[in-house]
């Protein structure tokens, strides 16, 4: 089995940039190597279009049903698969505070249902009403750029802030978060906001978090099409800053073989123990058309994911083919899986 693994919307720790508000990474799924059994159709159509690799958002609209047309061909003998992992930034930047300040396990106001249970999404989805596009900023930067101490007199009059907020709602739910707060601004240095290396701060970034998504679908089509593991395979896009700390994701998760999730009564653990023997491999899109075919395939999921025109028979190819499910790291997503009724 090969894993193409190819990211849209990067930013690095820049969250705020209006152009790009989501992070995405899509997972192609196939039975055989693309970068043999494509290797011609897609070298073809780079020779005929003069270009070194095929990139989708240089490619003309004819060009793109060109290339479509060989996926059609060819799909169901490769028996391809696609996802797509989300990641919204500044939802992000709110989660990540709400991770930090709520922790049960470092804040005393905080009880272990609180952080441990479906009672989290309850706060957090308060907490987020309360967020504004520059408070959004401001608790992102502490956590990543200003330094520890400006940081640290950021988050301490945010908490209270937000405390103050919250008790002008004066809901139960909004009225579970006032303690918390107000623990975490008088008790800053034991929370540890800052993160104190850049390797850290980068493990933060959603190019990394999304990553953590990429990896569970991973183990998760391992585990249910029983592939032998020693012939799975993953192959992601060569790219400077962030393929060491897909590394690092790929070795803290085959590892610890399992991660916990959140249940209705606390902790689960899940298993992720069905990664690939073989390390991922970092290559460059030159060098492997499995990764021309994932970038257009992402290409075409980001835009109608953000309703945007594209050409009528790539629609028709995605919606027929591919998985239109967005594993989305969002509070729309928060709210539509544990908030609304079933």
Not at 7 to 26: A, I, R, V
Not at 82 to 89: D, E, P, W
Not at 216 to 225: H, P, Q, V, W
Not at 255 to 277: M, Q
Request: proline letters at 3%; charged letters at 25%.
């Amino acid at each position: 089995m090969y894993f193409y693994v190819d990211e849209s919307g990067h930013t690095g720790l820049e969250l705020f940039d209006p152009s790009q508000p989501n992070f995405y990474y899509g997972l192609l799924i196939s039975s055989a190597d693309l970068n043999i059994e494509l290797q011609s159709d897609i070298q073809n159509l780079r020779d005929k279009f003069g270009m070194e690799r095929l990139h989708a958002n240089e490619l003309t609209n004819i060009q793109k049903e060109e290339f479509i047309e060989v996926l059609i061909k060819t799909h169901d003998n490769l028996s391809l698969d696609f996802h797509v992992a989300m990641v919204n930034k500044y939802d992000h930047s709110i989660f990540a505070f709400f991770d930090q300040i709520f922790d049960s396990g470092v804040n005393d106001a905080v009880a272990h249902e609180d952080y441990w249970t479906q009672k989290r999404y309850y706060l957090l989805y308060a907490l987020h009403q309360l967020f504004d596009d520059e408070l959004a900023k401001q608790v992102w930067e502490a956590r990543v750029k200003d330094s520890e101490p400006k940081g640290n007199e950021t988050i301490t009059k945010i908490c209270r802030l937000l405390a103050k907020k919250a008790e002008k709602k004066g809901d139960v739910i909004n009225s579970c978060l006032i303690q918390p707060l107000l623990w975490a601004a008088d008790n800053i240095s034991q929370i540890r906001y800052r993160t104190t290396k850049k390797f850290h701060s980068l493990q933060m970034s959603p190019n990394a978090i999304g990553f953590q998504f990429v990896l569970m679908l991973i183990s998760d089509t391992n585990k249910l099409r029983g592939v032998d593991l020693n012939k799975a395979f993953i192959i992601v896009d060569q790219q400077s800053q962030f393929n060491k700390h897909q590394q690092f994701l790929f070795d803290l998760y085959e590892k610890s073989k399992s991660i916990f999730s959140i249940s209705e009564t606390g902790p689960v653990e899940r298993n992720i123990g069905y990664l690939p023997i073989t390390q991922p491999m970092f290559k460059s899109g030159i060098s492997d058309v499995g990764l021309d075919v994932v970038d257009f395939l992402l290409w075409i999921a980001k835009r109608l994911f953000e309703k945007k025109k594209v050409p009528s028979i790539l629609e028709q190819y995605y919606k027929k083919y591919c998985d239109n499910r967005v594993n989305a790291i969002s509070m729309d997503s928060v709210i539509s899986t544990y908030l609304l009724p079933e």
